[in-house]
């Protein structure tokens, strides 16, 4: 199966995307320092998952002052986070899915499944919560959160990153 | 973009996206396609089994991918009418983004 692209996306945005010339620079590529089943694993989703009870939402009032910025912070979400514990704060999508379960965001509870089968080393103790809405040419992620998070991700011996964006 | 960001600071990424082509256009390490609608990037809520199926592709991209480019597409249908879930991902009023540019497109 190839997956379609465009199913689900608005109709009257498909030529944008679909025309998007392929960026100039060249890929980048690390490979893995140890095989996948000795790896420790962090999630990171673009869904604006944050703790309700302990963390402040993203920055969804100045988006609306200023639709052209979308807040580029992020929030640690630990791996024993609980449904209750989860609210969202989005713009560009509905939040029912993550609010129901928020493993169709964080697939928590999968990749503890497959550490358990060894099937991967084990999950970070943290995982990392964006809203994926950005200014154009994602500055603030390339020079601040960006190596801030890969500077984390380092300090917790966090071996993949594995995104999924909303 | 953050995939970019990481990857070029030395931690390996893989990333599970509904625009596997655009992901392609943005030269990621490690694709994984899943045709779900937005917001549901690891598929239905409660369905651990169509989880788990997105999560090991993400561990396959791992294992098999030996240059960047490495594009795996997970072979799972929405279960949902196409009509509907394309409809029920988009958010009750526009985002401010779009409601600014429906606004210039009537001349407001």
């Known amino acids: ?166 | 973009m953050l995939a970019r960001t990481v990857e070029s600071l030395g931690i390996p990424t893989v990333t599970v996206t509904m625009m596997p082509d655009v992901a392609q256009k943005y030269r990621l390490s490690r694709i994984v396609g899943v045709e779900f609608p937005f917001g549901s990037s690891f598929g239905m809520p409660n369905d651990e089994a169509m989880q788990l199926k997105v999560a090991r592709a993400a561990v396959q991209a791992l294992e098999e991918a030996g240059a960047p480019g490495y594009r795996l597409d997970v072979d799972i249908e929405w279960p949902v009418p196409t009509e509907v879930a394309y409809r029920a991902w988009q958010p009750t009023e526009p985002s401010p983004i779009v409601a600014m540019m429906l606004r210039a497109r009537r001349g407001q």
């Open chain 1, 1 to 166: 199966m190839t997956v379609d692209s465009w199913k689900f996306l608005p109709r009257m945005m498909r030529p944008t995307f679909e025309n998007l010339p392929a960026i100039a620079e060249p890929p980048v590529w690390t490979p893995l320092s140890r095989p996948v089943h000795r790896c420790t694993i962090a999630l990171m989703s673009s869904a604006g998952v944050y703790l309700k009870d302990s963390q402040p939402s993203f920055d969804v009032e100045r988006e609306k002052n200023e639709p052209t910025w979308g807040d580029p912070g992020y929030r640690i979400i630990p791996s024993d986070v609980r449904q209750d514990q989860v609210a969202c704060s989005h713009l560009h999508l509905s939040n029912a899915g993550a609010l129901e379960d928020v493993n169709v965001v964080f697939p928590i509870r999968a990749f503890r499944k497959l550490a358990a089968e060894a099937a991967i080393g084990k999950l970070a103790d943290e995982h990392y919560s964006f809203m994926g809405y950005q200014q154009a040419g994602c500055e603030s992620w390339r020079t601040n959160q960006g190596p801030e998070l890969a500077a984390r991700l380092k300090e917790h011996a966090v071996d993949v990153l594995l995104l999924a964006p909303a």
